[in-house]
């Protein structure tokens, strides 16, 4: 792994300064850029002694591949949680817990918008497996923006014998499934819930669909027959949300 990554994008970088401001090696600003957002972004590394330079839009694009908005940091490498850590995470939950999991889930732009929307709906964690998953890059950083800061992301060696203790531990395990026979909004998620969301075009994997409490889908009326990924997981997500707040 290399010793420093960038990352990039208003909301990212500004995301870094200021709730990891210690990770956040340099920034620089592209020359030209003189928006209140970015005099915050300034202002935000000056009060945590970053350096802050200027460079040419040219060298900016050369650094980095994406939309960049003229501002890019360099950084320490990211931090994906540990197994350990979800069990911390539901010893703090002070409401009943709401976790996504993404079951081979492998475009960043994806795991970035599930990530965005997990914090978004007040989840306590994302969890993906460490093979065959994305992970935290400046392309998930981008699209989360700024949620892949505070989110925690927990990647764990084995999803099924994670979910199997999640079970033991009374959260009900909610799967999404196109050929489910029960829709979304007829299972209750205002207790203890994991939803589990599958990869794009193949869904779970059979021992994540065996593991589930229940199977849902959700009802298509038009002439597609399913959503992406990150469309689907909003909808699901705030689903709980609104039978949370109703109840």
Partial sequence: MSQWEMVYGIHAVEALLRYHPKRVKQLWIAEGRQEPRVHTLVSLAEAARVPVDTQSRQVLDEQ???????????????QIWGETMLEELLERAETPPLL???????????????????DAAGAQAVIIPK????????????????????????????????????????LWIVGTAGEAEQDLYNVDMTGPTVLVMGAEGKGMRRLTRELCDYLVRLPMGGSVSSLNVSVATGVCLFEAVRQRRSR
């Fill in 64 to 78: 980095v591949e994406g939309v960049h908005q003229g501002v890019v940091a360099q950084v320490s490498p990211s």
């Fill in 100 to 118: 996504l999991v993404l079951d081979g889930v492998t475009d960043p732009h994806n795991l970035g918008a599930c990530l965005r929307t997990a």
């Fill in 131 to 170: 093979d065959k998953s994305a992970t935290l890059n400046a392309t998930v950083r981008k699209v989360a923006c700024g949620a892949a800061e505070v989110m925690p992301l927990v990647a764990v060696t084995n999803l099924a014998r994670t979910l199997e203790k999640l079970k033991k531990r009374g």
